[in-house]
Nanobody, 124 residues
Framework: QVQLMQSGGGSVQTGESLRLSCGVS????????MGWFRQSPGKGREEVAT??????TTYAPSVEGRFTISNDNNRQLVLQMADLKPEDTGVYYC???????????????????WGQGTQVTISP
């Protein structure tokens, strides 16, 4: 059973950086699709970034060039966030889409395992 445990996050000011981590346990050596999602106040949960088992990354247009997703040997999923803006505020979740490997599924409900969520707050 895959388990995801998040750490990081917090409160920073506009333009600063934060790093989110998601520890992965229960995996085999197979790398599956993984991703980061966020839910901002008054909005639905949105996809922020994904990484396939082959290491191919995709980003939401709003974070392209500022955020970087990486999968450290299938043991830790990281989201490095730079040049943060108030609109980046929200609860961030990591997730895994088992058994997707070579590509990531288009729908959130196809992500099978979720972290507990962590709050990120960006002040002006």
């Amino acid at each position: 059973q895959v388990q995801l445990m998040q750490s990081g996050g917090g409160s920073v000011q506009t333009g600063e950086s934060l790093r989110l981590s998601c520890g992965v346990s229960g995996y085999t050596s197979t790398k599956y699709c993984m991703g980061w999602f966020r839910q901002s106040p008054g909005k639905g949960r949105e996809e922020v970034a994904t990484i396939t088992g082959e290491g191919v990354t995709t980003y939401a247009p709003s974070v392209e060039g500022r955020f970087t997703i990486s999968n450290d040997n299938n043991r830790q999923l990281v989201l490095q966030m730079a040049d943060l803006k108030p609109e980046d505020t929200g609860v961030y979740y990591c997730a895994a889409a088992v058994p997707f490997r070579d590509y990531c599924p288009p729908q959130q409900d196809q992500f099978t395992n979720w972290g507990q969520g962590t709050q990120v707050t960006i002040s002006p």
